[in-house]
């Protein structure tokens, strides 16, 4: 009874890394528990059930990519993330900026938006550079985990460059040595400056 416990929840895990993948692919879900909470509705289990991780749901991300989207259409739009990225970052360069998240790991969606980190103690600073190169913000925040336990929320600009949606989120200077921690694997963001995007650009 045990082992086919242990199987009925490993089968479980699996679905609902699926579901929620298929949410966040599709339905544009960017929080991971959120994703995993709706895949549970979704599936009709239990809500005390083992849920995967985070980990186990961009491998399932990756997965439903590889079945259900043209690689070249994702090759495109993957590009056309990058050079929105690289642009924003130009105009941007005072403030150290570093693209973080799906445009950087390759892991895009439609719904996927240009994420750069950039480091100022004054954040209307930023908001000045952006209007100075014609580029018009809305004014947010994100919350990011700066180490187990503790997060933070910085505020952040929403704008469309080249018809993407870019999201520059304002971190003080003490922290440009210091990568917030990543939602998938806990482990410091991987973040990445203007010339190695350029990089990835022309491989």
Do not use: W, Y
Not at 52 to 76: C, K, M, T, Y
Not at 113 to 130: G, I, K, R, S, Y
């Amino acid at each position: 009874m045990a082992r086919r416990n242990r199987r009925s929840n490993g089968h479980d895990r699996q679905a609902v890394a699926s579901e929620a993948a298929r949410l966040m692919s599709n339905k544009g879900l960017r929080d991971f528990r959120s994703a995993k909470q709706k895949a549970v509705e979704s599936l009709g289990l239990a809500r005390n059930g083992a849920l995967p991780s985070n980990g186990e749901v961009e491998e399932a991300l990756a997965e439903h990519q590889r079945i259900f989207n043209d690689d070249e259409e994702r090759l495109q739009l993957l590009r056309s993330l990058r050079s929105a990225a690289l642009s924003l970052m130009q105009a941007l360069e005072p403030f150290m900026p570093r693209l973080v998240g799906d445009a950087l790991s390759g892991l895009v969606t439609t719904h996927s938006p240009v994420e750069l980190h950039v480091f100022a103690d004054a954040p209307e600073a930023v908001d000045e550079a952006l209007a100075l190169h014609g580029v018009r913000s809305r004014h947010t925040g994100r919350r990011l985990r700066l180490r187990q336990g503790v997060s933070e929320t910085f505020p952040t600009f929403s704008c469309m460059v080249n018809d993407c949606e870019c999201l520059v989120t304002v971190l003080p200077l003490r922290r440009r040595g210091h990568a917030p921690l990543s939602p998938v694997d806990g482990r410091p963001m991987r973040r990445a400056g203007a010339k190695e995007v350029g990089a990835l650009l022309a491989e």
